[in-house]
């Protein structure tokens, strides 16, 4: 099992580029999330899909878009790419069961940097 | 307000010495869920332990530990016995709530982080 994966590992962009970042698990899990780590920080959720068809905003959203592609893959697109974009990118997954807490399991991060 | 404060920006322990990073936290819901993860300089997101809110034993997973005090919104970890590999950043983070349908969609909200500097 791979758990989680993310693609690229890092990406350097110009301001106004365009860019999709890639997550897919293999745990399948429901829910699905997208974070972003800044420098000293802890992470903020930028948009999550609780199941496959369903996406909703999370604390800061502005910038983004995500698409929940099936089960196991969700993506985060960039339209068009600022410098305070720069970050760290965390796709992660988790379910949820009854009696059981749902954690949430991590990809190994996308450092991107906007020029 | 801060939902998850952690007051420690950097901690320092001894080889084999306990140590413990502190965090509380802010909620209203009564149904909620308490996180550690530990993020290593390679940059993963490490799960540590878990206490759920209805939790009357504190948790523990091998040399770590959850402090639960729910009257006083804290929910401090500690490490025993530290080792060299602990160093790290380590974050506090809580899951609200549920839906009507009683789902978590599980959100997870973050402290800033405490990073732990264990000495030889």
């Known amino acids: 099992n791979a758990g989680v994966t993310q693609t690229p590992k890092f990406q350097v962009l110009k301001t106004g580029q365009s860019m999709t970042l890639q997550c897919a698990q293999d745990m399948n899990h429901n829910s699905m999330y997208w974070y972003r780590q800044d420098p000293g920080m802890g992470l903020r959720l930028i948009y999550y899909?609780?199941?496959?068809?369903?996406?909703d905003k999370g604390e800061v959203p502005n910038g983004y878009n995500v698409s929940r592609l099936n089960k196991r893959e969700f993506s985060l697109r960039l339209e068009s790419a600022a410098p305070s974009q720069t970050s760290v990118y965390f796709c992660a997954s988790s379910e949820w069961l009854a009696g059981v807490p749902e954690t949430q399991y991590f990809g190994p991060g996308t450092r991107l940097l906007v020029l | 307000a801060q939902k998850i404060t952690q007051t420690q920006p950097g901690m320092f322990v001894q080889e084999k010495e306990a140590v413990t990073l502190d965090c509380t936290y802010d909620?209203?819901?009564?149904?909620?869920?308490l996180f550690w993860y530990k993020q290593p300089s390679s940059g993963e997101m490490i799960f540590l332990i878990y206490q759920g809110s209805y939790d009357e034993q504190n948790a523990t997973e091998g040399r770590y530990s959850l402090n639960f005090q729910k009257a006083r919104k804290s929910a401090n970890l500690v490490i025993s016995a530290s080792q060299l590999g602990d160093s790290a950043m380590y974050f506090c983070?809580?899951?609200?709530?549920?839906?009507?349908?009683?789902?978590?969609?599980?959100?997870?909200?973050f402290g800033q982080g405490t990073i732990l500097t264990v000495h030889p």
């Open positions: 899909s609780a199941s496959e068809g369903t996406t």
């Open positions: 909620t209203s819901d009564q149904s909620y869920g």
């Open positions: 983070a809580m899951r609200e709530g549920h839906d009507a349908g009683g789902t978590s969609y599980g959100k997870l909200t």
